[in-house]
């Protein structure tokens, strides 16, 4: 038996070492270095930087939109996913030429993050349990998998990571039994009133979480929403707009190092590179909110250049492109209201403006226009 302060590892009787936890948090509870506390503050004030710069955003809920998107892509590439968030856009308006099917991943992801935050916003729903669940129902309900998912439901069989079988995998999560109690820790923790700082809280639960690893499937994508969702119902955010998944996906293989040295007692080292990705994160959102407004206006003087009339659905048409950057005549007909040719006559301004641009130059119907200054803004 190999034991850590998180918990040993147990030979169990299919001859495999498994994971048990210790009751979570430990008793001795977390000393963290000084140098951690100071990079842990450092992290705090810039979520409270983007939170300001945020709230001044004439598109807030559009730019809210767009990060969904932008964690939904790099959190379902960390899983293997190749589609992108420029294929998801597309398959949002119902264009299906050229998608890769694995778009899927990413527009069950972004359901899952809708509906998490419509159910906090509305009932004030805590994170619970049965709140994960739900989570990982709207996740892997009818999602492309490549075995049984068991969506919103605990697993009741034992999983592994890496490996073609438990007793060769690198890591063995707790069998159902002793899962159930770990989980059941993990839920009165993040309720839990203590001296732990906000921030180093979250890393913590996702890092507990990915332990524990309670579902058949999701658990990394279940586990990555948790920290946003936390850290927005401790209200170190307005809007839930911190989604560390791009940092993780750059840094994929220290990612799941830094994971796996959880497990044996490396949690300052796991934090350290939690609060890393934070800081990160935040300091990239806080440039691209201000990149967003540069071009807002950049591009809002372009319609305002026009002929009345043209300038007046211009002006009406543009804002709408912050939350669809990716349009074909149909959209523009629905947002004007125009017949098929007027819609195009906008597109056209648009494309003669240098605001928009055509996605593919070699196809002949049903094409669609790009907002290409916008979404690279959005690029990793």
Known sequence: MQSTSLGNFITQTAGYNAFIPHA???????????????????????????DGVTKKLPDRDFFLLMYLRKDAASSSQIEGTQATMIDAIEAEVGNKHNIPTDV????????????????????????????????????????????????????????????????????????????????????????????????????????????????LDGNGRTGRMLINFYLWKEKMLEQPVLFLSSYFKRHQELYYEKLYGYHFDKVEDWVDFFLDG??????????????????????????????????????????RLFGQPVVNVNIVQKWT?????????VINRFVDMGILSLKDQDKRYGQSYMYHDYLDIFKD
Not at 24 to 45: C, H, Y
Not at 140 to 165: C, L, Y
């Open 24 to 50: 979570f948090p430990p008793s001795r509870g977390f000393v963290f270095s000084d140098q951690l506390i100071k990079k842990n503050t450092e992290a705090t004030w810039l979520l409270g930087k983007l």
């Open 104 to 215: 899927d991943d990413i527009l069950h992801y972004i359901k899952a993050l809708n509906y998490g935050i419509d159910r906090v916003k509305k009932d004030d729903f805590p994170l619970s349990l049965r709140f994960i669940r739900e989570l990982h129902r709207q996740l892997m309900d009818q999602a492309r998998v490549t075995h049984f998912a068991d969506p919103g439901e605990f697993r009741k069989s034992q999983n592994w990571i890496g490996g073609a079988r438990p007793d060769n995998a690198r890591f063995v999560p707790p069998p159902p039994h002793e899962m159930m109690e770990a989980m059941s820790d993990l839920e009165k923790f993040i309720h839990a009133s203590d001296s732990l700082q906000t921030v180093i809280k979250a890393g913590l639960i996702h890092a507990q979480f990915e332990t524990i690893h309670p579902f």
């Open 278 to 319: 934070v800081i990160d994160v935040a300091t990239e959102a806080i440039t691209i909110a201000d990149r967003v407004t540069d071009l807002r206006e950049r591009d809002m003087f372009k319609c305002l250049a026009l002929g009345k009339r043209a300038a007046d659905t211009a002006i009406g048409v543009l804002p």
């Open 337 to 345: 209201g125009f017949s098929r040719p007027g819609a195009q006559i």
